[in-house]
């Protein structure tokens, strides 16, 4: 939040402010839980994955992380919500902000392969934080001074709707985007 200019470039600064005291108040709720502790990457997104083509003979594709200096111990809601807030925001940054319809069903198939794999429907839970984080990161206009106003709202409406709701609603950038609530 520091680095939010002091206007809040649109946003208002105590819908900011208000986001921020939010979520310091999950700490006390996420504090306890350290059997969930995992490797995570820290600076999870597409950029920083690598896919390479499988080898003569096999039917998978493989991998590379790109970048995992910031990574350490911590919550895989981190680098979910990492790797998925890139879903509403490049649909928001695409002209007239109408890309959700091609990466929203996207976003859908992303999780229900997660929490198919994982089983891990707790992550939704403890989620709230972590997404408001990712959503101001990639809303802020020191990271990207170029997204529109109205996109950088949405994603702000998001980060908002998630800590109201007290979980990872995934139909909730279907409605955010859609303008609905």
């Known amino acids: 939040m520091d680095g939010w200019p002091d206007?809040?470039?649109?946003?208002?600064?105590?819908?900011?402010?208000?986001?921020?005291?939010?979520?310091?108040?999950w700490r006390w709720r996420l504090r306890p839980l350290a059997r969930r502790?995992?490797?995570?990457?820290?600076?999870f997104h597409p950029f920083n994955i690598v896919f390479l083509p499988g080898r003569p003979g096999e039917d998978h594709t493989h991998f590379?992380?790109?970048d995992a200096s910031r990574g350490g111990r911590g919550d895989p809601a981190d680098d979910l919500t990492a790797l998925a807030v890139n879903f509403p925001f490049l649909?928001?940054?695409?002209?007239?902000?109408?890309?959700?319809?091609?990466?929203g069903p996207l976003w859908h198939r992303f999780w229900e392969r997660y929490l198919a794999l994982t089983g891990d429907r707790e992550l939704l839970e403890l989620?709230?934080?972590?997404?408001?984080?990712?959503?101001?990161?990639?809303?802020?206009?020191?990271?990207?001074p170029n997204?529109?106003?109205?996109?950088?709202?949405a994603l702000v409406r998001l980060a908002e709707a998630a800590?109201?709701?007290g979980r990872?609603?995934?139909?909730?950038?279907?409605r955010v985007l859609a303008g609905r609530r």
């Open 64 to 66: 590379a992380l790109l």
């Open 163 to 165: 800590l109201e709701a």
């Open 127 to 144: 989620a709230p934080p972590f997404w408001a984080w990712r959503c101001l990161v990639v809303a802020s206009p020191r990271f990207y």
């Open 7 to 25: 206007d809040g470039a649109g946003i208002a600064v105590e819908r900011l402010r208000a986001i921020e005291e939010r979520c310091l108040a």
């Open 168 to 174: 990872l609603d995934l139909d909730l950038p279907d």
């Open 147 to 153: 997204l529109p106003a109205p996109a950088r709202e």
């Open 37 to 43: 502790l995992s490797r995570t990457h820290g600076d």
């Open 91 to 103: 649909a928001l940054a695409e002209p007239g902000g109408r890309g959700w319809a091609g990466l």
